[in-house]
């Protein structure tokens, strides 16, 4: 376990924001953390490795970012694995172990920032797959009271990006493992977008030549936090009525849709940012990535203040000329 009193929270989000928290607590093991929650100054944060949040100020209260970093096979079958991850697991390398492994059902979801506990609490989702659909467990401690509570994938709440970890229990439970439900036989995904295309270009649809052109398209199009702070997709995908959809088409005709279920049509915050004249704009020290338009970025120093200023100014603008309001995937913390 490691306690950080009063420390800068620049390297754990990666928007890059230079805010503080009072503590940092990185716990290794579901008994450490229970034997020091009590301890512990409220409000408590549990994060992962801050891919999808935004500082808006210091945080006065304790953070809790996980370190388990196990990795355990629970059952194998003829046709499939269950896995046990630890929820300190960097994402990106549990899917490249179940690439190495010959595990089916993670590879759309390769190169994707944060780590394993905050994907099944996201509900994280890439290229027509969703974590919703590779997990079967998700173990957590109560930080009320420490105690463990297992949800089974049917007890999380599950959506587009959302689950009950982040509603009706926002940050009352810490995440320790993630129990995934993974094939062993080849199951291939490529209906979305141009994912089929350039599989194709690399050779035959294994798990290598896939998880490969996800990298590939996400490289083309996405920022490295590392190098340029950004969370990703800041808003997400709006789900309109067909009606509306309807209305909006005949008067843009090229904006593009995948239909939603029950009448309803999602449409790519992207293309709507974008075709109302937001990409490469700046404001300030934040601005829209200029080769995807979901993607707010930290061009220097911004502050979560920036992000959210210049956050405001598109959702305004889109609810303008769109009539949809926009919401952020994002969490403003
Ligand atoms: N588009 C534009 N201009 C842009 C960006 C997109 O016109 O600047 C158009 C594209 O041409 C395309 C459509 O919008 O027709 C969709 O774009 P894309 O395939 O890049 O996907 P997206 O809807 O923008 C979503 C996820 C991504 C995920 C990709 C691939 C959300 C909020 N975002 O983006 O997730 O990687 O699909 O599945 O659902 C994330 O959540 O952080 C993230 C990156």
Redesign the pocket.
């Given at each position: 376990m490691r306690i950080t009193e009063h420390s800068r929270l620049k390297d754990f989000n990666t928007f890059g924001i230079d805010a503080h928290a009072d503590c940092i607590v990185e716990w290794s093991s579901v008994q450490e953390l229970q034997a020091i929650l009590p301890e512990l100054d409220r409000p408590i944060l549990p994060i992962g490795q801050g891919s999808n949040l935004l500082f808006m100020n210091d945080f006065h209260g304790t953070i809790l970012k996980s370190a388990i970093q196990s990795v355990d096979i629970l059952h194998k079958s003829d046709d499939h694995v269950l896995v046990r991850a630890g929820s300190g697991v960097i994402w990106d390398d549990f899917v490249s172990l179940a690439v190495m492994k010959g595990w089916w059902g993670v590879e759309n979801l390769t190169a994707i920032p944060g780590q394993v506990g905050a994907a099944a609490v996201q509900n994280i989702?890439?290229?027509g797959v969703e974590a919703k659909d590779v997990i079967e467990t998700v173990q957590t401690v109560c930080l009320a009271d420490g105690s463990t509570r297992d949800f089974n994938v049917s007890e999380c709440g599950y959506a587009y990006r959302q689950s009950i970890f982040k509603k009706e229990l926002n940050h009352q439970y810490a995440v320790s493992h993630v129990i995934f439900d993974l094939g062993l036989k080849p199951a291939p995904k490529l209906g979305?977008?141009a994912l089929e295309q350039e599989v194709m270009r690399l050779g035959e649809p294994t798990l290598n030549n896939i998880s490969s052109a996800v990298r590939n398209i996400?490289d083309s199009?996405?920022p490295d936090p590392a190098i340029l702070g950004n969370a990703?997709?800041f808003?997400?995908?709006p789900v309109i009525p067909s009606s509306q959809y309807e209305s909006l088409k005949s008067k843009y005709p090229d904006i593009?849709s995948y239909t939603a279920g029950n009448d309803m049509v999602k449409v790519?915050?992207?293309?709507l940012i974008?075709h109302a004249g937001w990409?490469g704009r700046a404001l300030g020290p934040a601005a829209v990535y200029e080769r995807?338009?979901?993607v707010l970025v930290n061009t220097g120093g911004a502050t979560g203040q920036d992000i959210k200023a210049l956050a405001d100014a598109i959702i305004a603008d889109v609810r303008e000329k769109y009539s949809i309001t926009l919401s952020t995937?994002v969490n403003y913390i």
């Open positions: 989702g890439a290229y979305y977008g996400r199009k996405l990703g997709s808003f997400m995908n593009p790519p915050a992207g293309w974008d990409k995807q338009a979901l995937e």
